[in-house]
């Protein structure tokens, strides 16, 4: 696996990021989930120059210029709920991609530490020979992507896979490593040192969803 993190060098990025872990600036909703949409459209424009082009030929008013185009056909699949926001910053980029959407969450026996990722709603097209951006806010153990990539098995197989998280955990970036293809790239704006008995990123920023939506039963 390819792996670009974007934490280790000063960028805007470095703003958004600190903001989005600030419990002050975290009571603001709307800001919340601007910052992990501004941090998606970010990863996106970096991963847009691993994409394949061809060369147009645009006509303006005044004339003819060459220019770019990319010829991928993308398909963006984010996990609800807490992907959504990172899912229409990339969408602003790539707004000719596919879409997909599915449900994952953390299934925790009688309260206790062990947990499953449980997979009930899957909406994708086909992903035979497309390049499929995954998208998923907070790479923790990364169990999550893990049954994803299980759930679109059926869905033919990508030409290219790449992942796009915001905040992850070095043990979730070592799963996902073993995990995924080889030729996987992931785009992550900041990995931090722990995860919690209960497989929480420590000192992450909490829960994505539930800053983003509101908190749930």
């Keep these: 696996m390819i792996i670009h993190r ?8 470095n703003t958004f990021i600190a903001e989005i872990r600030d419990k002050t600036v975290q009571k ?4 919340f989930r601007r910052n992990i949409e501004r941090i998606g459209e ?28 990319t010829t991928d056909s993308l398909v963006l699949c984010s996990v609800l709920r807490a992907g959504l ?10 707004d000719g991609a596919e879409n ?21 709603y899957l909406a994708a097209p086909s992903l035979e020979g497309k390049t499929l951006i995954l998208t998923d806010p907070m790479l923790a153990t990364g169990k999550t992507l893990e049954n994803v990539l299980k759930a679109l ?18 043990a979730g970036v070592a799963h996902v490593q073993e995990i995924f293809p080889d030729e996987t790239e992931l785009w992550i704006a900041s ?11 420590i ?15």
Excluded: C
């Design 6 to 13: 974007f934490d280790l060098k000063n960028s805007i990025l």
């Design 28 to 31: 603001d909703g709307m800001r």
């Design 42 to 69: 970010v990863l996106g424009y970096e991963l847009s120059k691993t994409l394949d082009y061809e060369a147009v030929v645009v006509d303006t008013p005044f004339g003819s210029k060459k220019s770019a185009k």
């Design 85 to 94: 926001p990172l899912h229409h910053g990339l969408l602003n980029y790539f």
């Design 100 to 120: 997909a959407f599915i449900s994952a969450y953390r299934h925790h026996p009688d309260d206790g530490d062990a947990f499953e990722v449980i997979v009930k």
């Design 153 to 170: 098995s059926g869905h033919g197989t990508p030409k290219k896979i790449h992942i796009i998280s915001v905040i992850g955990s070095k």
């Design 191 to 201: 990995v931090d040192e722990e995860l919690t008995r209960k497989g929480y990123i």
């Design 203 to 217: 000192p992450g920023l909490g829960d994505a969803g539930d800053l983003s939506y509101g908190e749930k039963l």
